[in-house]
């Protein structure tokens, strides 16, 4: 029990630090310190202090909330300071989140100034936490795939259908999610997280379609661009092997305890004609 308890604290204590260096890095980015040379004028730096930019009400509530919450997220510091290590080089982004939970304050305040969006498969969960983070923007989404037919759907997901890149609202591949919110077709995002839905038992929707959905957005975007994707519970069967072999082993940069790095570049445009699905 102490050790759980002083995990969760260095958890805790972790998220604030990480919380407070963007904050840090924001509020000097928007006063120009970062680029402007120290002066050694006193008028001139206690004019340009006077200028000071407050924590935003949001960041300010992400912060107390994990302080005093006794709930802490489901990744691992590990596993949480990968992907905050990419929101630090690309924030403020267009950040799209497959899942609604405990650790969604946390990307969205990671990611300050941009965009996050969470889909979320359990209505009635939206409803409660949008309660306690209103400005949180999240979406009620719906899935047709089962994990009993996991096995099946991987071997669909060699067909050409599948395989062919494209918008996927005209895919005829079996995992193409083609009637998500229209935000997600509208925009190309730079981070895509799936953590949802849920997987563990037969008769749960897993996340075949969702691993399926984020690599061909990533490959739809414009030319020269890539997408960093994060995988969640790859200990599991069907994110190890949809994982790996819709996002491709080719493209995975890390793995750290259950959860994987993959940055998939654009495969559209003039150039990429040739491009094979997995490199």
């Given at each position: 029990m102490?050790?759980?308890i002083q995990g969760?604290?260095?958890l805790k204590r972790t998220l604030i630090a990480l919380f407070l260096f963007f904050i840090v890095f924001f509020m000097l980015k928007s006063n120009n310190l970062l680029s402007t040379p120290l002066s050694n004028n006193y008028s001139e730096r206690q004019s340009s202090s006077s200028h000071c930019?407050?924590?935003p009400e949001f960041i300010a509530d992400t912060i107390i909330h994990y302080t005093t919450s006794s709930i802490t997220p489901q990744q691992k510091v590990k596993e949480i300071n990968i992907t905050a290590r990419v929101l630090r080089e690309k924030s403020p982004c267009n950040f799209l989140v497959f899942g609604l939970g405990h650790d969604s304050p946390m990307w969205s305040a990671l990611n300050y100034g941009g965009r996050t969006v969470f889909l979320e498969?359990?209505?009635d969960w939206i409803e409660t936490f949008r309660l306690k983070f209103p400005t949180l923007e999240s979406y009620h989404v719906t899935y047709d795939t089962k994990v009993r037919d996991a096995e099946k759907l991987l071997g669909m997901a060699g067909l050409p259908a599948c395989r062919t890149v494209g918008d996927v609202r005209s895919s005829r591949c079996v995992l193409a999610l083609r009637s998500l919110p229209e935000v997600v077709y509208e925009r190309e995002w730079d981070v895509i997280?799936?953590?949802a839905p849920t997987g563990y038992q037969p008769e749960a929707p897993g996340r075949m379609a969702a691993i399926y959905t984020a690599g061909m957005a990533a490959r739809w975007r414009t030319e020269g661009r890539s997408t960093d994707v994060f995988v969640h519970d790859v200990n599991r069967y069907v994110e190890d092997e949809f994982s790996k072999k819709l996002l491709c082993e080719g493209y995975m940069m890390q793995e750290e305890g259950i959860l994987r790095h993959f940055t998939i570049p654009s495969h559209r445009g003039a150039g990429n004609m040739g491009k094979t699905f997995c490199p």
């Open positions: 102490r050790s759980k969760s604290f260095y930019t407050k924590i498969e359990d209505g997280m799936v953590d």
